[in-house]
């Protein structure tokens, strides 16, 4: 018995003397053509953008699983054209909440001067989607997704 721990303790020390390699940790990327790309040190994010016709505010809650992106929460300041609660939404001060479990390999969300913008909420910061891709031409489709960096 007094061999076993012995042997134990010595192939734990010589895991802590020589650590596994630097394993690839998933990162939201935002890719579009023309801009390079951008990660942003997170795997959640919150979307919002105000509905074209309504002009109503709409919020969506996604974080990465793996390789993929899943909404978790929506929610929507109002209802109207195409913007009615979900089943099982409760309003709360005049904000439709739902849970959703919805996976997309990526979210694609066209930018163009036609509709307001898109502001992406990351890392502690919410910014315009054009502030996070500086450069991104005036119509253009942005993916939002994983990506694989190294950890440091």
Request: negative net charge; glycine residues 8%.
């Amino acid at each position: 018995m007094l061999r076993l721990s012995t042997l134990s303790g010595i192939v734990l020390l010589a895991a802590c003397a020589h650590p596994a390699p630097d394993m690839p940790t998933a990162q939201l990327c935002l890719r579009s053509e023309g801009v390079p790309t951008q990660t942003l040190p997170a795997t959640a994010l919150t979307l919002a953008w105000m509905h074209s016709i309504e002009k109503i505010r709409w919020e969506e809650d996604w974080r990465l699983d793996g390789d993929v992106v899943t909404l978790i929460e929506a929610r929507v300041r109002g209802s109207g054209a195409g913007m009615e609660p979900a089943p099982g939404a409760r309003l709360v001060d005049g904000v439709w909440h739902y849970r959703v479990v919805r996976h997309e390999p990526a979210l694609a969300l066209t930018h163009s001067p036609f509709t307001a913008g898109y502001t992406l909420c990351a890392a502690g910061r919410c910014r315009p989607l054009t502030d996070w891709l500086p450069g991104l031409p005036e119509i253009a489709r942005v993916d939002v997704g994983a990506c694989v960096a190294e950890t440091k």
